[in-house]
């Protein structure tokens, strides 16, 4: 399994930006999805966006489309999160996961074996 550790959360008004960085360790890091999901207090886990192996896919949540962008660096084993245009609703605990994903469904967290601790994002109106 590859083990995965977040960073970057923090409180914003809305409007604002934040960067989020999920630091990968494991011998398979380059062969995995690597996604980013989110879960609000009493809401379901959703998946924002996922990239797979090749960075020339990512692949967005339409919550999220044209406000954040996902990317990875195989070389530092890091996927970031770069989150723009922030609202209220994108208040969550978001976390970075990794798995061999079905292309099909890419957003479906079944598809992910490996999850980190999550980093809060509180975005205030």
């Known amino acids: 399994q590859v083990q995965l550790s977040e960073s970057g959360g923090g409180s914003v008004q809305a409007g604002g930006s934040l960067s989020l960085s999920c630091a990968a360790s494991?011998?398979?890091?380059?062969?995995?999805?690597l996604a980013w999901f989110r879960q609000a207090p009493g809401k379901e886990r959703e998946g924002v966006a996922t990239?797979?192996?090749?960075?020339?896919?990512?692949y967005y949540a339409d919550s999220v489309k044209g406000r954040f962008t996902i990317a990875r660096d195989n070389a530092k084993n890091t996927l970031y999160l770069h989150m723009n245009s922030l609202k209220p609703e994108d208040t969550a605990l978001y976390s970075c996961?990794?798995?061999?994903?079905?292309?099909?469904?890419?957003?479906?967290?079944?598809?992910?074996?490996?999850w980190g601790q999550g980093t809060q994002v509180t975005v205030s109106s």
């Open positions: 996961a990794a798995g061999y994903a079905d292309e099909s469904d890419v957003l479906n967290p079944r598809g992910y074996n490996s």
């Open positions: 494991g011998y398979t890091y380059g062969s995995y999805y």
């Open positions: 990239i797979g192996t090749s960075s020339d896919s990512p």
